[in-house]
């Protein structure tokens, strides 16, 4: 296989980081007066500002506002190179990577490739549902529930209608709890508008959780408080439950209870998504890969790992740390400067994590947050936490550009009730049967 072509041959390191998301980004950027030559690799040119996916599946942004090239982004940086591609394989006894376009040579190698959805084995369930992880996700949720009620206009009866209109969304963590609250927006606000001839009454909004409480990890305080505002909007929320299966239009629970939908939304977990050539040894389940305290992979030298594709096991993270971006991105920070040391043959320091806590909104003025500042915490609900909400992701997004649009879409949505990204583009789930056509 030929060498990936383009990047001139330096007297500095190579360092080689496949994949952009958060910890990747973080760990180029903080490598950017590095005396080392820096090459990322990613199958997108851009990267993916996840918190947000959900408000581009229902049609509050835009999804050119969440995400940003990666040449735009470190255009000012001299050390960094960028190849468009899918990494097969990695060949630590020639320090290689073998990508789709060519071999790259690595003295670094930084593996960042995060997670994938965790579907727990189930091929049907893959098939059929629709996952939130990526911006192709987000655009698929988006045309399905748009078609759904454009098809649900030419219903032959009324439980092909119902099926239409109803929506399941599996997993009560952040994800699913925030998209079930964007989707009762929709349900109050915009659909009764846009769809007049249909009784958007009839739209259920069902979240299923398999433990006793939403918002696992969070306080309490929050998971009462998240649940009392989604019944408040008329979410149905089913505790302890598990769900079955689903063939695409019926959702059979672990209790016997059936639930009829054409779109199921799978929130439901994640799982690394590492590369092959590692020692099978390094591998622990959820597809996570062992590292030591620095994010080295036990049993190499110049292989590292972070992010959600890494476990640093410990007494205190038995199961490793949240597949979250704050780790990713303090991994990413802490290595770019443990790089610098280990050039200078200076002593690595180990990883602690900063945890600032957790939060999520729920529609219109409600949040819950868990924030942990300067060594205290501090629990609130309602509006204040939505303005903290609101601040803390907006101030996350990449470019000043999109800041600044991401801010006029909010206050235009929040003073018009309305969502103006109601377009059907690119493909989407059908397990209707048909598309609008006759």
Same mark, same amino acid.
């Given at each position: ?45 851009? *990267?993916?500002?996840?918190?947000? #996916? ?12 969440? &995400? ?32 789709? &376009?060519?071999?790259? *040579? ?25 996952? /939130?992880?990526?911006? %192709?996700? =987000? ?5 399905? /529930? !748009? ?25 009560? @963590? ?11 927006? !929709? ?6 508008? %846009?769809?007049?001839? !249909?009784? /958007? ?5 069902? !979240? ?8 696992? @990890? ?16 008329? +979410? ?10 689903? %063939? ?28 092959? @050539?590692?020692?099978?040894? +390094? ?40 597949? +979250? =971006? ?15 040391? #280990? ?62 649009? +991401? #801010? ?16 059907? #583009? ?13």
């Amino acid at each position: 296989m030929i060498e990936i072509s383009g990047i001139t041959h330096s007297d500095n390191p190579r360092v080689v980081v496949i994949g952009g998301g958060f910890g990747g980004l973080e760990l180029v950027k903080s490598l950017a007066k590095a005396p080392v030559q820096v090459v990322l690799l990613d199958k997108h040119n851009y *990267h993916t500002f996840q918190p947000l #996916l959900y408000q581009v599946a229902t049609s509050a942004l835009d999804s050119a506002n969440i &995400i940003h090239p990666f040449r735009k982004i470190l255009e000012d940086q001299k050390n960094f190179y960028f190849r468009l591609t899918e990494v097969l394989r990695i060949d630590p006894d020639k320090q290689e990577v073998v990508t789709k &376009i060519g071999h790259l *040579h690595y003295d670094f190698l930084v593996i960042a490739t995060g997670a994938a959805t965790n579907y727990f084995g189930d091929e049907v369930m893959e098939k059929n549902a629709i996952a /939130i992880k990526s911006i %192709d996700d =987000a655009l698929e949720l988006r045309n399905t /529930i !748009l078609c759904n009620l454009e098809n649900a206009l030419q219903a032959g009866d009324e439980e092909k209608l119902n099926t239409l209109m109803d929506f399941v969304i599996v997993g009560g @963590g952040p994800t699913g709890v925030e998209l079930a609250g964007a989707l009762s927006e !929709l349900r109050k606000h915009v659909f009764p508008k %846009d769809y007049r001839e !249909l009784n /958007i009454k009839k739209m259920d909004i069902n !979240l299923i959780q398999s433990g006793d409480q939403l918002l696992k @990890g969070m306080s309490a305080g929050a998971s009462k408080k998240s649940l009392e505002y989604l019944e408040r909007y008329g +979410v149905k929320v089913w505790l302890n439950r598990r769900v079955k299966s689903y %063939d695409g239009t019926k959702v059979t629970l672990d209790s016997g209870e059936e639930i009829k939908t054409y779109t199921l939304i799978w929130s439901a977990g994640v799982v690394g998504a590492p590369v092959n @050539g590692l020692n099978p040894e +390094v591998m622990l389940k959820g597809g996570r890969i062992a590292v030591d305290e620095v994010n080295r992979v036990k049993g190499y030298n110049n292989i590292f790992a972070i992010g959600d594709v890494a476990a640093m096991i410990s007494e205190e993270f038995p199961y490793g740390h949240p597949m +979250v =971006a704050q780790p990713a991105m303090q991994q990413g920070r802490l290595l770019g400067k443990n790089l610098l040391r #280990l050039l200078k043959d200076e002593n690595l320091k180990p990883f602690k994590y900063d945890d600032k806590g957790s939060m999520a909104t729920i529609g219109r003025n409600h949040a819950v947050a868990d924030l942990k500042l300067f060594g205290k915490e501090y629990k609130t609900q309602g509006f204040f936490a939505w303005l903290i909400w609101m601040f803390i992701h907006l101030i996350s997004i990449i470019s000043f550009r999109s800041r600044l649009i +991401v #801010l006029l879409q909010w206050m235009f949505s929040y003073f018009s009730y309305d969502k103006g990204v109601r377009l059907i #583009l690119g493909k989407k789930k059908d397990h209707g049967g048909f598309s609008g056509e006759k």
